[in-house]
Structure formats: C-alpha cells, structure tokens
C-alpha cells in the first residue's frame, strides 16, 4: 500500500519548486510516484547564494504554490546548499550513530570556520575500517550556519508550512538521479543552479565528495545582459541561441563571447574538482558526469565539459526513479532535469 505522500521543497534563487512524492516500501530505491508538482516565480534578490533575504516574497510564492497545485499537507522537507555549508570526508572512531553525531562539537572543532555554537552539525557515515588501534566510521561531516537554515525555516513557516527535515541538498540530488544501474557506477552529478553550482560524487551510490562553487546559470545571464545592455529576460534567451562552442552571426558575437567567458572558469572549477577528487582517492576513477539543474540547458555545455575533464557527460533524469500520477497535467519539459532537488528531499524518508 502506497505510503502518504511526501513533500519536497526547493527554494532556489529564482523560483520555489515543490513535489509530492507517494512511495511503495523503504530503502534507496524504494519506488515513488509523483503525484503533485509545481514551481513558481520569486523576485530576483529574493534569495541571494541559496539563502533567503526577502522572507515576505519567498513566503508569498509559497502560499501562491500551495494554492495552484492543492498539495495535501503542510509538512514538508527542505534542503540548504550553499559556500556557507562545510561538507568535509571525516573518520571517527566508532560509535553508535546517535552518539557519534552527540560527540560532533568535540571533535570538529578545529576542522570548522565557524564556532561550533554557530552551527548546526551532521554525520552521514560511509563505510567503517579497522585502523589498528580500533574500529573507525569512514563519513562526511555536514556543518551549516544556524542562520543559513534559519532564514529558510522562517520563510516556509511564514507561509504556513512546517519543515520535517533539513536535508543537504547534494544529497537529495543523488536520491533522486542515482537508480537502478548508476548506484553501481562512480557518478558525479553537477548541479548547476542560478548562482550556486554542486558537486556530488558518489561510488556505488553512496556520496564520497562534495564542493559547492560559487557560480551558476544566472550569472551567465547576468554577462549577456551587460555585454548587450538588454533586460535579463532577454538575455536568458539570447544565452540559449549563442549557447557554448557553436558558430554564431557577427551582430551576437559580443553576446557569445560573454557567455564563453564566464562559463569558463565554471568549467574549470569542475574539472579542477574531479582531479582533486581522482588525487585524494587513487583509482576511483569518475564514469559519468550528469548534468542537473536549470544552467545545464545552456546548449553546448555538456560538450564543453565531457572535452574539457575527458569524460562522459549526460543530462540526469530525476523522474527515472518515479512514475507519473495520472492526474499530474502539463508537467514542465524541464521537470526531469530541474526537479531532482524537490524530489530528492522527498526521497528522503523513504532512504
């Protein structure tokens, strides 16, 4: 029997997207079907580098959302993302895992660029070992500033909505892209956002490494937008018909060359990431890259990137892992490559 459904929420720079997710059984790859789903518009400045700034327009979206697509409850999980979020491999001695994340402000202290009063501490264990002197949980330590959650737990209770979970929100990306025969591979999925772009790798779907950079599709926008002196609604679509590497007309070579310049250095940041991850772990070695998020649509990019770290590239699919409702209509083309976020968030109390 299905179990209620489950409500994920994405509040990202440009808009809100929200899924409800019913789910059959437990575990990673427990089938859900998606049964409500929907996105609505926030102001530009409304949510600055994955953190809320305007609680009053976000809340309003919010309520808007809840509106138009009839969700059946008010609880919802939520996710945080950003360069104020510290993500770190991190081995312990072993302990039962409630005790262990107890004993997180004792032991991190000195790992954290923040005080540990300031922070909200999480442990997602791995893996264990024997190190010799005992047994050791292998993980990765989530720290996060109370005001980066903050902002966010008050904008979605603004709206009437009640947060159940704070999630990473690299995690939720690898829930709902990695299923079936990815979770035996080494996938790296790239999120790319409209100014924060993550990284997430995974070997044989459980996560291993993760890096935000501070850069994503907007900022792109942003280029076009100042290269041509245009609004940034029509820069987004003069961005699509340069995209990346191809040939274009003389009248939108200044528009080309923007783009070219700022999704270089974005390019780089992920391929630098890759060879970082390949030096600290010798020979895991990354299979495929999947592309998520709204900057991924930008044409030539996957191209640009497979060419530029010199391995496979795709786009990821977070509907592969869930079946569509009947009564879902018009469900946006783009769902499947930006709705692993609220999917994801779903997927995780199923995990």
């Known amino acids: 029997m299905a179990r209620a459904g489950v409500i994920g929420l994405d509040i990202g720079t440009t808009r809100v997207r929200a ?10 790859e427990a089938q859900g079907t998606l049964v409500r789903y929907g996105e609505v518009a926030i102001p530009l400045g409304a949510v600055r580098d994955g953190e809320v700034e305007d609680t009053v327009s976000v809340s309003m979206a919010l309520r808007q959302l809840w509106t138009e697509q009839k ?56 893996g264990e070992f024997d190190a010799g002197q005992g047994r050791m949980v292998r993980g990765m330590m989530v720290a996060a500033t109370r005001d980066t959650v903050r902002a966010n737990v008050l904008a979605v209770e603004g709206a009437g909505l009640r947060p159940q979970m704070v999630d990473l929100n690299p995690f939720a990306l690898l ?23 993550q990284v997430a790798i995974a070997v044989n779907g459980i996560p291993q490494f993760v890096r935000m950079l501070a850069s994503g599709g907007q900022n792109v926008t942003d280029a076009v937008a100042a290269a041509l002196s245009i609004s940034a609604q029509d820069a987004e679509g003069v961005k699509r018909q340069v995209g990346v590497g191809y040939g274009v007309a003389p009248e939108l070579a200044v528009a080309a060359e923007a783009v070219g310049e700022t999704v270089r250095p974005l390019v780089e940041a992920v391929r630098n990431t890759f060879v970082y991850y390949a030096a600290n772990h010798p020979g895991a070695g990354i299979d495929l890259v999947l592309l998520t998020g709204g900057g991924s649509l930008l044409p030539g990019l996957g ?22 409702h009947k009564g879902i209509v018009n469900l946006p083309e783009s769902t499947a490559t930006v709705g692993g976020l609220p999917i994801g968030l779903a997927h995780g109390v199923a995990a």
Do not use: C
Not at 19 to 28: I, K, N, S
């Open 71 to 126: 969700f059946t409850s008010r609880d919802v999980n939520i996710g945080v993302g950003n360069q104020r979020v510290v993500v770190r491999e991190l081995d312990l001695p072993w302990l039962p895992l409630p005790q262990l994340k107890a004993s997180l402000p004792f032991q991190v202290t000195e790992l954290l660029p923040m005080s540990t009063d300031d922070a909200l501490l999480d442990y997602f264990p791995t």
């Open 175 to 197: 829930r709902a892209v990695l299923r079936g025969e990815l979770r035996q591979q080494t996938v790296a999925i790239v999120e790319i956002g409209a100014r924060i772009t």
């Open 303 to 324: 191209q640009y990137l497979s060419s530029a770290s010199r391995l496979p590239v795709a786009l990821g699919d977070a509907l592969a892992g869930v079946s569509i």
């Open 19 to 28: 899924a409800e997710v019913q789910f059959h059984g437990r575990g990673p």
